[in-house]
């Protein structure tokens, strides 16, 4: 059984601090892996989607990472502002057509 | 596209009453999925339809959980009855062509039963 893990639960950083999100996970037969932001009382918003065969996805400021034998990617995140803080969730696929396995995610606090 | 549109927003119902979840996908979607948000398990999905047919429903917690997509276009998630312990905000999402291509998710229904 998949198991996604993200440590730690909440992280809070000065404002322009570049930054590292991790996520493990325990099968390494991964179809592919998503980064997710959820603002609170909101809906997740897909970041970044990286294919198994990928190591890399970047959009903006945001880079993710993949690397399948160690079972783990991080979520880089440059100059942080404020308007970042929210919870970044991360969640794997095993299939095409088979359901995502999420981490319980990181609450990052960006401080002014 | 209004993106994947939930409703209600919030539910408060009381214990044993029936609660009915609805779903309307982005046009053109292919899957659908609904999820389960709590802070003890985080999210975890509870079904999804591929072309309107049931895939997956391992995660429906038991009888008391029916999901149903009559069209592309829209589906509900209904528990009967409802339990506390129900409590929590369910997602929908809707991707094209399955997990392959991202999740496009609604703002979430907040359930509470007292």
């Known amino acids: 059984k998949q198991e996604v893990t993200q440590i730690p639960a909440a992280l809070s950083v000065p404002e322009g601090e570049n930054l590292v999100l991790n996520c493990s996970f325990t099968?390494?037969?991964?179809?592919?892996l998503q980064w997710f932001r959820q603002d609170p009382g909101k809906g997740l918003t897909s970041l970044l989607l990286?294919?198994?065969?990928?190591r890399e996805q970047t959009s903006g400021r945001l880079n993710a990472s993949l690397d399948k034998s160690s079972g783990r990617s991080t979520l880089y995140i440059a100059a942080s502002q404020p308007g970042d803080s929210a919870t970044y969730l991360c969640?794997?696929?095993?299939?095409?057509?088979?359901?995502?396995?999420f981490g319980k995610g990181i609450t990052l606090s960006v401080r002014p | 596209d209004a993106g994947v549109i939930q409703s209600p927003r919030h539910e408060v119902t009381e214990m044993g009453q029936e609660v009915t979840l609805r779903c309307k996908p982005i046009?053109?979607?292919?899957?659908l999925f609904w999820y389960r948000q709590t802070m003890m398990r985080g999210l975890e999905l509870l079904i999804y339809?591929?072309?309107?047919?049931?895939?997956?429903d391992s995660g429906m917690p038991e009888d008391r959980f029916s999901a149903k997509m009559p069209n592309a276009s829209f589906s509900t998630l209904k528990i009967q009855p409802s339990e506390p312990r129900d409590s929590a905000v369910y997602f929908c999402?809707?991707?094209?062509?399955?997990?392959?291509?991202?999740?496009?998710f609604g703002s979430g229904t907040r359930l509470t039963v007292v």
């Open positions: 999402a809707s991707s094209l062509e399955g997990v392959g291509y991202g999740y496009t």
């Open positions: 099968d390494s037969a991964i179809y592919n």
């Open positions: 990286i294919q198994s065969s990928q």
């Open positions: 969640a794997v696929g095993t299939g095409a057509n088979s359901k995502l396995t």
């Open positions: 046009s053109g979607h292919n899957s």
């Open positions: 339809f591929n072309n309107n047919v049931p895939i997956d």
